[in-house]
């Protein structure tokens, strides 16, 4: 490492100068870091939060289409009591629930064979091979069972010899999309949980005389059940929040797909914030219940 | 513990079942992007690689790709200097309310996607700021500070003061240590932080639904066409096309990164 020597220039001792004053000063600098990031999220972003907050307790005129900025709980209210609306949420929340199960069956033993039975060189590429699609074009893969999911498409295709079909277009499709984004989201936690679970508590309970099933029931689940947690915090986030997915391969409403037709010059925007804090409020709710199970602790 | 061998053979069978599971969409679109007929039936019966000469040749798609780049680019620049100048606040210092600043950088990827998306949507309207290009920028820099700052803070926390604070004791001024001792070694955390920002914003379609307007990013491009039976060709291509772009950035974050739990649980 060559440490630059100070060249005495004129126009450096000004730089200088500034250097041994805020080299003084921690406060200031910690202020000059902090205002850019800080300013930009707390105006950009929850700046905007606030403004959608409030604007889902103002209504729309019936006769002009202008939003009127008035309190009042008219949203909450069709929400509450419309029949549409509660259909829609349960199948939301139903959805997100059966994928965050699908998940967990299935990333769990793909995340135990690497964290615990894989060789290193094996581990290191089964990590790539499940992290690169996690990153790859969210779009293109629902697009990717759009085009599969079809009358003549691939699945009808294999499954027919068998005397099966695919499941078509709907609410099984969806399930089936869903589930298929979001498993990396639910296999790198639980891989990393399992990893974090110490060689010697397996080796006691063998010791003590429990078979491997007794070990792997009364041991490794209990002790991987927060990176279950953690992971499905994503699975359960990313379903609410969707709609891309259900409107290619279902024709069913989600709470995304009324919340998008709202936004626009014919929609209800009042209308559409209020729906979206259903999902917030299931979110916090959720993120309250994990923190006790201590799934933050596996983020 | 020694899994016993019928439960090797089953964890073999199954890791294998799901890596068919994650990978056969994937190729299934690959393979369609050199369809010889323009329609999606399978099996594909007679192959071409004309399309991408068309995909290239048609200005939708070039201009929704330049668009996407340019986007990109700028959301990451602006994510670049936030998520770093956070990243040593909150490493670098102790100061009232640093739990709250590290949980708010999440928050825009943590909360669904539609919130984000109307959130910003509503924000915009309010303030009277016409949805474009600019729009877009604001929300995808918003969600990308979250990439670059996991990776700058996981950099610092591992690299040790002591060469800084022999760099100040051999005479150097705070700004040559940052130039010569700390950035350096913060260097290729914060590529891999803007790889990855760059591989999100290009490919992010929820918000950027909620704050285009008319403007059309690649992904808005595939969403508006893929309905339209003679664009289901160009559509294929462009899908491979962007698988490509967006895995190559975050491959090389991978690398650069040592522990992937940088690159790991991050939503979109």
């Known amino acids: 490492m060559t440490a630059p020597a100070a060249t005495p220039a004129t126009g450096a001792g000004l730089v200088r100068r500034l250097a041994i004053y805020l080299d003084r000063r921690p406060r200031l600098r910690l202020g000059l870091l902090l205002t850019p990031p800080l300013g930009w999220l707390a105006i950009a972003y929850l700046g905007s939060l606030a403004v959608m907050l409030i604007s889902a307790f103002y209504r729309v005129d019936a006769f002009t289409g202008k939003v009127v900025p008035e309190f009042g709980l008219g949203n909450f209210q069709t929400l509450v009591t419309s029949d549409v609306y509660r259909t829609i949420t349960v199948r939301t929340v139903g959805v997100a629930a059966a994928v965050t199960i699908t998940d967990a069956l299935i990333a769990f033993p793909i995340a135990y064979y690497m964290a615990r039975v894989a060789g290193a060189r094996v581990r290191g590429l089964l990590a790539v091979s499940v992290l690169l699609p996690l990153w790859s074009s969210y779009l293109v893969k629902v697009y990717a069972w759009y085009v599969m999911l079809a009358e003549d498409g691939v699945l009808n295709w294999l499954l027919g010899p068998l005397g099966l079909s695919g499941p078509g277009y709907g609410d099984v499709a969806t399930w089936l999309v869903f589930s298929y984004l979001w498993l990396p989201y639910m296999i790198l936690p639980i891989y990393a949980g399992l990893q974090r679970i110490p060689e010697s508590l397996l080796e006691a309970s063998g010791d003590l005389g429990a078979r491997a099933g007794t070990t792997f029931r009364r041991i490794v689940l209990p002790l991987a059940f927060p990176a279950v947690v953690a992971g499905s915090i994503f699975t359960f986030s990313l379903t609410l929040g969707d709609y891309i997915a259900p409107q290619i391969v279902s024709n069913t409403q989600f709470i995304g797909n009324v919340v998008y037709r709202n936004v626009g010059v014919a929609g209800d925007l009042p209308f559409a914030a209020a729906f979206a804090t259903v999902p917030i409020a299931i979110m916090i709710g959720y993120l309250l219940v994990a923190r006790r199970l201590g799934a933050f602790e596996s983020l | ?268």
């Open chain 2, 1 to 268: 513990m020694s899994a016993s061998r019928t439960s090797r053979v089953f964890l073999r069978v199954a890791t294998g079942l799901t890596l068919l599971f994650i990978y056969f969409p994937l190729v299934i679109i690959a393979l369609y992007a050199f369809n010889g007929n323009t329609s999606l039936g399978w099996p594909i019966t007679s192959w071409t690689t004309e399309w991408f000469a068309r995909a290239f040749a048609d200005e939708g798609v070039r201009s929704a790709l330049i668009l996407s780049a340019q986007i990109a680019v700028a959301a990451t620049a602006v994510a670049v200097v936030l998520g770093t100048l956070l990243a040593f606040a909150v490493q670098r210092y102790s100061f009232f309310g640093r739990e709250t600043v590290s949980f708010l950088v999440i928050l825009p990827i943590a909360l669904p996607g539609i919130v984000t998306g109307i959130a910003l949507n509503s924000a915009f309207r309010a303030t009277g700021i016409p949805l474009g290009t600019f729009t877009v920028v604001v929300g995808h820099a918003t969600f990308c500070v979250v990439t670059v700052y996991n990776n700058a803070i996981a950099r610092l926390r591992r690299t040790s003061r002591s060469l800084e604070e022999a760099s100040m004791d051999l005479g150097a001024d705070s700004f040559q240590t940052f130039r010569h001792v700390t950035f350096p070694a913060v260097r290729s955390s914060l590529v891999a932080g803007s790889l990855l920002a760059l591989g999100l914003s290009f490919d992010e379609v929820i918000v950027t639904t909620f704050t285009a307007g008319l403007q059309q990013t690649l992904p808005i491009w595939i969403l508006s066409n893929y309905l339209r039976p003679n664009q289901a060709p160009l559509v294929n291509v462009v899908a491979v096309l962007v698988i490509i772009i967006s895995v190559i950035p975050i491959y090389l974050a991978s690398r650069l990164s040592s522990d992937a739990g940088n690159v790991a649980p991050v939503t979109r």
